[in-house]
């Protein structure tokens, strides 16, 4: 399997494992030192695999989530680096019944170690998020 094709899989395995809230498979997608910026989305910056796991957990265990990534643009820019920008959808049912759908972008970059693609760093930004609350009546 060539490098690009190996981080499509990459990111369909995020989107996968995530959504099955499989939390030591997802691990396995990110560097040790691997950082995730959610802040122009209006969450945080984390440093670390484990910290980043933690935050994802803390944050969707109890929420229902669909992942969708489209057109991605990978560019290898070492013969282990590599830089991709991935359109997304997400949908997130929060325990209250409350749902989010949101659009944007993943910024990230890749890194290849023992012959395996890993996240070394992720950005997402948004184009749009709608919120539907539950009705009260």
């Excluded at 959504?19 to 560097?31: H, V, Y």
């Excluded at 994802?56 to 290898?76: D, F, N, S």
Aim: with cysteine.
């Amino acid at each position: 399997m060539d490098d690009i094709e190996a981080i499509r899989q990459l990111k369909a395995r995020y989107c996968r494992l995530l959504d099955t809230k499989d939390w030591d498979g997802f691990r396995a997608l990110f560097t040790d030192k691997a950082v995730m910026d959610t802040t122009s989305s209006g969450g945080n910056a984390l440093t670390g695999g484990d910290a980043i796991v933690d935050f994802v957990r803390q944050a969707l265990t109890e929420a229902v989530t669909v992942h969708h990534c489209h057109t991605p643009e990978i560019t290898a820019t070492a013969p282990d680096t590599a830089t991709g920008i991935w359109a997304m959808e997400d949908r997130v049912r929060f325990p209250d019944g409350t749902d989010l759908t949101g659009y944007g972008h993943y910024h990230e970059t890749y890194a290849k170690t023992d012959g395996t693609w890993q996240i070394s760093s992720l950005a997402l930004t948004r184009l749009r998020v709608d919120f539907a609350r539950p009705d009260s009546a």
